[in-house]
T-cell receptor, first 113, second 113 residues
Framework: QQQVKQSPQSLIVQKGGISIINCAYE??????FPWYQQFPGKGPALLIA?????SEKKEGRFTISFNKSAKQFSLHIMDSQPGDSATYFC????????????FGSGTQLTVLP | ETGVTQSPTHLIKTRGQQVTLRCSSQ?????VSWYQQALGQGPQFIFQ???????GRGNFPPRFSGLQFPNYSSELNVNALELDDSALYLC????????????FGPGTRLLVL
């Protein structure tokens, strides 16, 4: 059962544009929602994270919007740059003992110069 | 501060063989989680070790096993390798109890022929 659904699978944006990636979750026990960025041949790196008591969190050009009632959250990348071209994963984590991350299927972002 | 390191970077095995992958945690972290990332997919949780004991396990068979050592480094062992075990294996370290963030290593690319 896929507990975190991510869309789109791929995204092409012009330099300076806004990239938007959406995720939806099912498990109401999730209480921490990070986004990871992964470049080819590298491990995922934490980009930004949010807890469900906040509807929006902004760090530089990256913003997470969170809708608890709809069980949806999204990543907005403002002023997208070619260096942002990577695969982005949303994830969800519960406060259980292991706190394992449940990942979405990923979005391959290409920012054209 | 030293980040998460993994060895080897690449590995080729044949079906039925056994493999051991290694991970060194980020300094100060007491928990290691292992994830399997198949090509084009998000990482999937295998298991987590905390204080040298398994602290949670995903939907993986018993031929996937692990160890955590007193210095918090860890091993992932996979017996009776199958073709579907071909993937990027990621190790993530964290500080259980006070932090939610998991920091990933660069991964070990395993190819089973």
């Amino acid at each position: 059962q896929q507990q975190v659904k991510q869309s789109p699978q791929s995204l092409i944006v012009q330099k300076g544009g806004i990239s938007i990636i959406n995720c939806a979750y099912e498990n109401t026990a999730f209480d921490y929602f990070p986004w990871y960025q992964q470049f080819p041949g590298k491990g995922p790196a934490l980009l930004i994270a949010i807890r469900p008591d906040v509807s929006e969190k902004k760090e530089g050009r990256f913003t997470i919007s969170f809708n608890k009632s709809a069980k949806q959250f999204s990543l907005h990348i403002m002023d997208s740059q070619p260096g942002d071209s990577a695969t982005y994963f949303c994830a969800a984590q519960s406060s259980g003992s292991a706190r394992q991350l449940t990942f979405g299927s990923g979005t391959q972002l290409t920012v054209l110069p | 501060e030293t980040g998460v390191t993994q060895s080897p970077t690449h590995l080729i095995k044949t079906r039925g063989q056994q493999v051991t992958l290694r991970c060194s945690s980020q300094s100060g972290h007491n928990t290691v989680s292992w994830y399997q990332q198949a090509l084009g997919q998000g990482p999937q949780f295998i298991f987590q070790y905390y204080r040298e004991e398994e602290n949670g396990r995903g939907n993986f068979p018993p031929r996937f096993s692990g160890l955590q050592f007193p210095n918090y480094s860890s091993e992932l062992n996979v017996n009776a390798l199958e073709l579907d075990d071909s993937a990027l294996y990621l190790c993530a370290s964290s500080l259980l109890g006070t932090q939610r963030t998991q920091y990933f290593g660069p991964g070990t690319r395993l190819l089973v022929l």
